[in-house]
């Protein structure tokens, strides 16, 4: 049975396939269960501009494939996410290769409907399908000295073009903190629309973290590490001026070179009316993990 988490969206929010055929019949292999997750009761009653599948699938960054919105599209048809396998380490019980198909058959897959915030300032809804990262981390049974979770995309220079420029120092790496990491609203992402993930979304497994900036979500990851110690971020070791390890979603906090008090939700053309950001995106069940925490501080 799957499990439920408060929500205020409804299908009617979600960013529409044009061409979505049979939509109650998945794909196999991604199990049943569906889950309308909580996101902000401050815009419970606004009408959202409907998004498209195309504007998911083409227009988002994964800079492994190139910096341009539209590069991830054209270019990863040439990463091979079959076979695929996830490296479990550090401070686990059951440390391993896991591979993609193994996982899936343990998982209760839930679709989930998560406002989704990029730190340039553009949004979008998105029924994910997935799993809570919680599951799988307790699936490789977690040591009581871990206190976060460190997460690395794959490194295929010969499939991932971007690679072979200097924009970050590769591979990309990202990381949480273990009660980050293990609540429920953080979902490993296999698929959207009912169907498996496009390769420029993440395939075959990416990170959905729905209250911090996407650049968090991680893609097509390769490792997970469990560790006593801070992880480094690929943005912070590259701007740690601009981007904070805990990246989450604050109207308050400015980018150095932008507002963050709105944001242009995608649809209706890229020149969207503009609507108030949400603290946390919205996701105000997260609240009570930074309780006492300077969120300007560590931003």
Known sequence: MAKRWTNDLTRSD???????????????????????AAAG?????????????????????????????????????????????????????????????????????EERI??????????????????????????????PEAKYVAFETALRPDEMPGTRFPVLDWPYVEG???????????LMASGLYGKPLPNQNGAPLRLVVPWKYGFKSIKSIVRITLTDSEPPTSWNKANGREYGFYSNVNPEVDHPRWSQATERPLGGGLFSRRRPTLMFNGYDEVASLYEGMDLRANF
């Open 114 to 143: 998560y406002r989704f915030r990029c730190v340039e300032a553009w949004s979008m809804i998105v029924p994910w399908n997935g799993f809570e990262l919680a599951d799988l981390l307790q699936m490789a049974g977690v040591k």
């Open 14 to 36: 979600i960013t529409p396939e044009r061409v979505f055929l049979n939509r109650r019949q998945l794909i196999a292999g991604l199990g049943a269960g569906t889950i309308l």
């Open 176 to 186: 949480l903190r273990l009660d980050e990491a293990m609540h429920p609203l953080t």
């Open 41 to 109: 009761r401050a815009n419970a009653q606004e009408a959202l501009e409907p998004n498209s599948f195309e504007d998911i699938t083409n227009y988002c960054n994964f800079y492994e494939f190139g910096t341009g919105k539209s590069d991830p599209a054209a270019n990863a048809h040439m990463l091979t996410t079959d076979p695929w396998s996830v490296k479990i380490d550090g401070l686990v019980d059951t440390p391993g290769e896991y591979s993609v198909a193994d996982i899936l058959s343990k998982m209760t897959i």
